[in-house]
C-alpha cells in the first residue's frame, strides 16, 4: 500500500526536512511522488486544483512547488503568474504537453525549471534539488549586504532582489533577476551560456537547449534592447553574453 503523503497539519509542523508542494490533479501521480521523495528527506504536501495551489502556495513556508500545468479551476500558467506575484519559492513545472512553445512561456513567466510528465524519478530529484540549492542560494546571498551593482542607469541590487532603470522599476523573474545579476557582477567580461546556466542554476545534467537564450530575450524586452543594437546585453557569437554600460 502507498504511503499517504503529509496532511496540511503536518505539513505546518516543525520540520528540519525540505518542503515541498505538489500542485497537481493527478492523485496517482502524487502518491507516487510522495512516496519517492518522502525517503528522499522531503516533505510533501498536495493541492488538487488551480486555486487551492495558489493558496498553497502563498501562504505556506515552502522550498519548491511542483507545478502541473493541466489544472482544473485555473491553468498552471496562471498559478504561476499569480504565485509569482506573492511569491519568489522555486517552481518546477510538469506537464504532459511537450510543445517548446509551453516550455518557453513557462520560463518566461518564472519557472525555474520544466519537466516531462514522463520523467524518471532520478531526474524529478536532480531537478529538484538544483532548484531548491538555487532558492537556498538567493536567500543566502540576500542576506550577506552584498553592494547595489550599477551599470550605466541600471541599478541591480542583490540585498533586495531589486532592479531598477533610470526611474523605473523593472518586474522581473526570479531566473531573469539571478541572470541579470550574475551578468552586471562581469560587467565588461563576457560570460558563456554554460557558466551562466550553472552559475544560476547549478545544474549538473542536461537541460533545455533555448533556455538561456529565453531568459535573456525576456531580460531585453524588458531593458528596451535591441539585440540588433544592443545597448545593455551584447551577444559574442559562439562565446556569450556581456553587460555593457551604454554610457562608454
Given at each position: ?5 503529509s ?6 509542523a ?6 515541498v ?9 502524487c ?28 501562504t505556506e ?8 500545468l ?11 503568474k499569480r ?23 513557462g ?11 514522463t ?9 529538484l ?15 550577506e549586504?552584498e553592494a547595489?551593482?550599477v ?7 542583490p540585498?533586495?532582489?531589486t ?7 523593472l518586474?522581473?523573474?526570479p531566473v ?6 550574475s ?6 567580461r ?24 529565453v531568459?535573456?530575450?525576456?531580460l ?7 539585440p ?21
Amino acid at each position: 500500500m502507498n504511503k499517504p503523503l503529509s496532511t496540511a497539519a503536518s505539513a505546518n509542523a516543525p520540520s528540519a526536512r525540505t518542503r515541498v508542494l505538489v500542485i497537481d490533479d493527478d492523485k496517482k501521480l502524487c502518491r507516487l511522488i510522495g512516496d519517492y521523495l518522502a525517503p528522499m528527506g522531503y516533505e510533501v504536501a498536495v493541492a488538487y486544483t488551480g486555486p487551492d495551489g495558489v493558496e498553497r502556495a502563498t501562504t505556506e513556508p515552502w522550498h519548491a512547488v511542483i507545478l502541473d500545468l493541466m489544472l482544473p479551476g485555473l491553468d498552471g500558467f496562471e498559478v504561476l503568474k499569480r504565485i509569482r506575484a506573492k511569491s519568489d519559492v522555486p517552481v518546477l513545472m510538469l506537464t504532459a504537453r511537450g510543445e517548446e512553445a509551453d516550455r518557453i512561456v513557462g520560463l518566461e513567466i518564472g519557472a525555474d525549471d520544466y519537466l516531462p510528465k514522463t520523467f524518471s524519478t532520478r531526474e524529478l530529484l536532480a531537478r529538484l534539488r538544483a532548484v531548491t540549492r538555487r532558492g537556498s542560494r538567493r536567500k543566502s546571498e540576500s542576506t550577506e549586504g552584498e553592494a547595489e551593482l550599477v551599470v550605466g542607469q541600471l541599478r541591480v541590487n542583490p540585498n533586495t532582489r531589486t532592479a531598477v532603470l533610470g526611474d523605473e522599476a523593472l518586474t522581473l523573474t526570479p531566473v531573469e533577476f539571478d541572470l541579470l545579476a550574475s551578468l552586471a557582477r562581469a560587467r565588461g567580461r563576457v560570460k558563456t551560456r554554460e557558466s551562466l546556466l550553472e552559475e544560476i542554476r547549478e545544474r549538473d545534467y542536461d537541460v533545455f537547449d533555448r533556455s538561456i537564450d529565453v531568459h535573456i530575450s525576456g531580460l531585453r524586452k524588458k531593458l528596451g534592447d535591441d539585440p540588433k543594437t544592443p545597448r545593455y546585453i551584447r551577444t559574442l557569437r559562439s562565446a556569450g553574453y556581456m553587460l555593457i554600460n551604454p554610457d562608454e
